[in-house]
Every structure is written in structure tokens, then in C-alpha cells.
């Protein structure tokens, strides 16, 4: 990874600990697949909820350059949900949100970067058990550096349950 590549993840991770103090945090992880890119990478989350059914915060997707493709991509994304309970335990989300992705490639071994802001649009479904959310999402990037992605992971709730009183 490069410097600025570097920075940038520095600085969503900064957010990390002033998010982690409140109660309505979920943070999670996972694989993803780019069509435009034609490889898998990896996805980081952390999102705030407002309510019971909105959520919204920054997420992270770098995919490595591979044996596939002389291509490196990082997706920065600001993404919003509303949550649809379906059941109990399941839940339905239309997803939308900004895009700022950096590709590099290396051509005749000399280094070529394109970058562009997008939109995000979408739709995942998650399944709680206790406090975490094994989910499965796909994305469209509408923008600059357009493409369909698919991610597969786990979110883990932070949340701290409120006893009742009786």
C-alpha cells in the first residue's frame, strides 16, 4: 500500500475509539468481490444506529493486487441503512451512499492511478444471533470507477442491553 492509501485508513480507523464509547455501535468485517476488478478483497465496517432501524457510517474494501490482475483498488464509502425487521432474528436493508475509490495498475512497469467519487446502491440481509450479524450485501458503485460488488461477513454489536425494571 501506498503512503496515501495508508492515511486514509489511519484516519477511519481513528474513528474507531470515539465511536467505541457508544452504546449503539456495530463494527464488522468481511470478503468482497469486484466485477470491475475481477478479484476479491477484504471489507471493514463500523456503523452508528439513530433509532432502531437507521444506521450509517464509513466502510473500507481493499483489493490486493493478485496472479488475476496488476490492479489495486481501495473503496472508501460512507453508506446509510434502513432496516426492515423481517423477523425476529432477520433483517432486510436498502443501502445507499458515497464512494471515493482509488485504482492503481501497473502498465509496462510503469504506475498508473485513476480515482473517482460514486454513489452507492444496494441492498443486504443480515441474521442476528445475540450480538452478531453474519450478513450478505451486493453494492452497486455508480460513478468514476463503476462496479457491482458482493460482500459476505459478520457485524458485532457493541450495544449494551437495558434491564427492565419491575
Known amino acids: 500500500m501506498d503512503k496515501f492509501t ?8 481513528s ?5 467505541s464509547f457508544s452504546q449503539n455501535l456495530v463494527t464488522g468485517v468481511g470478503g468482497t468481490y469486484g466485477s470491475a476488478i475481477d478479484s476479491y478483497g477484504i471489507n471493514g ?9 437507521i444506521c450509517f457510517g464509513p466502510e473500507l474494501s481493499y483489493f490486493p493486487k493478485t496472479g488475476i490482475t496488476a490492479k489495486s483498488l481501495v473503496e ?17 436493508y436498502p443501502l445507499t451512499g458515497l464512494n471515493y475509490s482509488i485504482e492503481r495498475e501497473i502498465v509496462e512497469g510503469i504506475g498508473e492511478k485513476e480515482s473517482g467519487f460514486g454513489l452507492n446502491l444496494g441492498v ?9 450479524f453474519p450478513f450478505m450485501e451486493y453494492k452497486y458503485i ?10 459476505l461477513g459478520i457485524l458485532f454489536s457493541f450495544s449494551k442491553k ?3 425494571e419491575e
Request: proline share 2%.
Open 124 to 132: 443486504g440481509i443480515h441474521y442476528r444471533v445475540k450480538n452478531l
Open 142 to 151: 455508480l460513478g468514476g470507477l463503476s462496479q457491482h460488488l458482493v460482500s
Open 162 to 164: 437495558k434491564k427492565h
Open 6 to 13: 495508508m492515511k486514509l485508513i489511519i484516519i477511519l480507523l
Open 15 to 19: 474513528f474507531s475509539p470515539t465511536i
Open 76 to 92: 472508501l464509502n460512507f453508506t446509510g441503512h434502513y432496516i426492515f425487521e423481517l423477523t425476529e432474528h432477520m433483517g432486510f
Open 45 to 53: 465496517r463500523e456503523y452508528v444506529f439513530i433509532g432502531k432501524h
